[in-house]
Each structure stands twice: as C-alpha cells, then as structure tokens.
C-alpha cells in the first residue's frame, strides 16, 4: 500500500471516531508506543487514541489496515533506530511562532507522542528505568 493511500484511509479512520486526532497526532502517538518499554496490543491503544470507532461498513475495514501498515512502519523505524519527526514538524525560518500554534503539525507530533507515553506501565519498570522516568 502506497504511503499516500496509508495516510489517506488513516485520515478517514480518525473522522469515523470520537476523538478525531489530526495525521499528525496520530504519526507521534505511534512513534511514542515505540519508546514504551513494554508493548501495547492495538486492543489497548486504539481507543485512547481514537475513542470509539463507528465502522459501519465492511469496506471501512481497510483504514483499520492502513493503521496497522502505519503502525508496522513506526515501530520499524524505532527497531531501526531512525526515530526522525515528519518533515512538516519542523519550525518555520521565518516566523517559529507559527509552528507551534496549537493544530500545526510540530505541537500535534509531541502531543501525540506525550499521549502515548502515558501508557507506561511503571510497576513493570526495573530500578534504571524508574530512575530515568523521574529525572
């Protein structure tokens, strides 16, 4: 599946759902899931990053497919360690105040990612891991 097609279908998952998070959100969500020191069945994550999905027909089911090809590409690219934020996330040259407003993609990327982080399940952290989490 094209990356286009990928972002498209994800796009028209997020507007079938409650919380309807931007590409953006939802790109960091995902490289955040990767930094988490367990893993999260899609069971657990899907609703917090979308809240209830209203799938009505069959043929809706190939967004939930196209998430999983964007969640599949997110956790290689952190086994691979090329954690890197889309090119859009970046501060504008000429004006960084424009960047950051609140439905930019740079502020929607970390408040994806921050989302996600709060899955880390502290009890399963070994005493380095705590140390690192509350420095």
């Not at 939802?26 to 917090?48: F, N, T, V």
Request: net charge positive.
């Amino acid at each position: 599946m094209s990356p286009t097609k990928i972002r498209n279908n994800v796009i028209k998952l997020s507007e079938l759902s409650t919380k309807q998070p931007n590409y953006y959100f939802i790109q960091g969500y995902l490289m955040g899931l990767g930094a988490l020191p367990q893993m999260l069945p899609p069971s657990e994550w899907q609703p917090d990053l979308f809240g209830d999905i209203n799938l009505q027909k069959e043929s809706e089911l190939k967004y939930l497919e196209s998430l999983m090809a964007l969640y599949n590409q997110s956790m290689d690219k952190v086994i691979q360690n090329e954690l890197k934020m889309p090119a859009k996330c970046s501060l504008s040259k000429q004006d960084y105040r424009d960047s950051l407003k609140p439905n930019m993609p740079l502020p929607s990327y970390c408040k994806g990612v921050l989302q996600a982080l709060k899955n880390i399940n502290k009890r399963m952290l070994d005493a380095g891991q705590s140390r690192l989490l509350i420095t």
